[in-house]
């Protein structure tokens, strides 16, 4: 009987064990391309911020769902008045800060007059331009009253840009991320890794993970040899000339879907000789999408002729205005009094959609007598060169915000560009809320800017994920820049 006793204990010991080993593990390592310059959304246009924190560790009013909906988040609820210009938004309760602070409709209100004010230096500012009052109701209570109807303000507020930050922590935010989602910041190993652990104070749904490592790896030659030995468990933003590598095993899952990242080759529209409309459209005319697509995508990514995704509703395919045509490209410098062409230079950031599409580009600018030098750099020289002191000539570069055309209405945007007739339209999209009458101004805009060759269209980014066959729960699509890990688990 001592013996029959012996037996059974050491097999239900055993069983336990089994099970144990089975169990779905609750750790994730993903890897992603690019470091993020800091860890504040509210405080920087680098994608790389949104993809490790939106969703994961900051929370707004609304947020973005997968498929692009609007969706409640620190806002349970909300209504908006007949003339649709006040909105009284109903917030969760016993909400706490990641450090221990309440969240109450104070926070709402400093975050949204911090990112509108003045000296604010948030990215996307023009999402709070049409704020003219934050009033605090009661503790659960905020009410927003904007100057004038806007028909996108609830996507608007969604933004990584828009996140609910605490006045006590807002200024150490960028080393020290500190929101209200079911993620918290644990550490950064500068040039390595970022990692974040399960909230237990979380006031929604709890995280189905413990532990998620965002590793940066910048080679996308280390991808295949990352995921092969399990060192990295999912891309979600894979690089599509390694698809073919991984695509036939069972281990992983290969998931190809859209984005709102309108690549471009960007012209500084002020510098001669591209202030003049000839010389700019001879570039459009130069470029050869379908070679550019294949070389720099894989073939994967969808050819566009206007700053929209072709996933929009309101997406108007432009792509006839400027067929490839050689002929027609030299025509046009010979207008421009450029018919024994000029040199310029083109700054690629490290992507390889840049990189790889640079070279391209340039080969086919050649063949129209457009000599590019092209000066490779890093995302930090981008950011200050490009994008803030507007030192270029051409760059390549993906805007990956969502509904993001209002941008080359910007004064101080890298672009340099400037158009009286499309402004109005940006500023009548603003103040229309009627979704036909916003349809046919959307189509105005884009046709505005394919006329004007602002920049050369591209392609839309496709969104290439490649994973643990195991995982469950990760973003198909990229309707914004994020990696939504709420609803990421393991199955057993």
């Not at 030659?221 to 894979?238: E, M, T």
């Not at 379908?290 to 566009?304: N, T, V």
């Not at 391209?360 to 490779?376: C, F, T």
């Not at 004064?411 to 999209?429: E, Q, T």
Request: no cysteine; aromatic share 10%; hydrophobic share 40%.
């Amino acid at each position: 009987m001592k013996l029959w006793k012996t037996i059974l204990a050491a097999a239900v010991l055993s069983l336990a064990a089994g099970t144990s080993a089975f169990a779905a593990r609750t750790d994730l390592v993903i890897g992603i391309a690019l470091e993020p310059p800091h860890l504040d959304p509210t405080a920087g246009a680098a994608a790389a911020i949104d993809e490790v924190l939106y969703a994961n560790v900051f929370e707004g009013l609304t947020r973005i769902g997968p498929n692009g909906e609007v969706l409640p988040d620190l806002a349970e609820s909300w209504t908006i008045s007949d003339d649709g210009k006040v909105y009284t938004f109903k917030l969760h309760t016993g909400v706490k800060f990641h450090d221990g602070t309440d969240f109450d409709a104070s926070d709402v209100k400093f975050s949204l007059d911090r990112a509108r004010a003045d000296n604010s230096v948030n990215a996307q500012k023009g999402l709070f331009a049409a704020i003219d009052t934050v009033d605090v109701v009661d503790p659960a209570t905020v009410k927003v009253t904007l100057k004038n109807p806007q028909g996108s303000f609830l996507y608007n507020m969604g933004w990584g840009d828009a996140v609910i930050v605490a006045p006590e922590s807002a200024d150490t935010n960028k080393e020290k991320p500190i929101g209200t989602g079911p993620f918290k910041f644990q550490s950064w190993a500068k040039g390595s890794s970022i990692t974040l652990v399960k909230s237990d104070t979380y006031w929604g749904t709890p995280a189905s993970l413990d532990k998620a490592e965002f590793r940066i790896v910048p080679d996308a030659a280390a991808y295949v040899p990352a995921l092969l030995s399990g060192d990295i468990q999912a891309f979600p933003f894979f690089d599509a000339d390694s698809v073919a590598q991984v695509k036939d095993d069972p281990r992983f899952k290969v998931v190809i879907g859209s984005t709102e990242g309108e690549t471009i080759l960007s012209i500084n529209n002020k510098k001669p000789p591209f202030d003049k409309l000839q010389v700019r459209q001879a570039i459009s005319y130069a470029l050869d999408r379908k070679a550019i697509i294949d070389g720099a995508s894989a073939g994967l990514g969808l050819p566009i002729g206007s700053h929209m995704s072709p996933a929009s509703k309101d997406y108007v395919d432009l792509t006839g205005r400027y067929p490839h045509d050689v002929a027609k490209a030299k025509e046009l410098l010979k207008e421009a009094g450029l018919e024994n062409g000029f040199k310029a230079t083109l700054k690629l950031p490290p992507p390889a959609y840049a990189r790889l599409g640079g070279e391209i580009i340039a080969s086919q600018l050649r063949d129209v007598g457009i000599d590019l030098e092209i000066i490779p750099v890093e995302w930090a020289q981008w950011l200050d060169q490009v994008f803030t002191k507007k030192d270029y000539d051409l760059t390549i570069v993906s805007h990956t915000e969502p509904n993001d055309i209002d941008i080359y209405s910007r004064k101080d945007y890298y672009f340099n560009y400037d158009n009286p007739a499309f402004d109005k339209v940006i500023a009548d999209l603003g103040v229309t809320s009627d979704e036909a009458k916003r349809k046919e101004l959307l189509g105005q805009a884009q046709k505005i800017l394919a006329d004007d060759a602002v920049v050369g269209f591209l392609f839309e980014l496709p969104k290439v994920g490649v994973w643990d066959a195991k995982l469950q729960g990760l973003w198909e699509n990229a309707p914004i820049q994020a990696n939504d890990l709420t609803k990421v688990k393991w199955s057993e």
